[in-house]
């Protein structure tokens, strides 16, 4: 654990999930290649050849920028990005409008329960119990895993994810309505996150203080100088009273 500016006295801990609670880029992965199976079977069952299709990102990605394109606003709201995605996907290739929305809605589903589908470690889950009995803890992430499917819901008094209504990290608009939701101020909450954009540069423009973990070295490079950097989440119990 290394300090790089005075920590100050805090009352709640906010935690970023995907690649700061458990490595996501395996189970991305193992999501991925599920999505393809699923489309390739569901796809047929409409009567298409899918094996002429990969539907992997070079099939979907086309449509996820098209979607954006015509939607700015909808990049805040990945699980909506990817659902108008898979609709226009399956518009593409013949389905009509009603079938289409269905297959969006049941792919998205899937892809949510398949993302959510793995078990943190006893450690993590004991480390998240004895911390929430000394202070407040917060969720405050851009992805869209179900908390409540691998079991850290309970641990959260507050829980925000990015949606149309919750603006994507590293705006400050999810920091400022953790903070508004705990009625404490910007200064008094610690947000732990890898990524040193949308964790750290976002938390810390927020007015908020930060400590970087990046174990599994995929987050984006520090912008600014977090407040403290761990080497694993364990080291929080040594400064929280």
Known sequence: MRFYRRLHPFHAISFDLDDTLYSN?????ATDTKMIKYFKTIFSDYGLESTLYAFDMTFWWPFRQQVIAQSP?????ISLLREKTY?????SLGLNDTEAQKVAALALAYFVEQRS??????????FLSTLQRKIPLAAITNGNVDTDKIGIAKYFTAHFNATTENKLKPDRDMFDKTCQTLQIS???LLHV???GKND???GINAGCQTAWLNPYQ????LKVIPTLALDHIEQLTKIVK
């Open 25 to 29: 880029h395996p189970i991305m992965l």
């Open 73 to 77: 606003w909808i990049k805040h709201d």
């Open 87 to 91: 609709y226009l996907g399956a518009m």
């Open 117 to 126: 589908n793995f078990t943190l470690p006893q450690h993590t889950h004991d």
């Open 186 to 188: 910007s200064s008094q």
């Open 193 to 195: 996150g890898d990524c």
């Open 200 to 202: 750290v540069f976002g």
């Open 218 to 221: 995929v987050g984006k490079a």
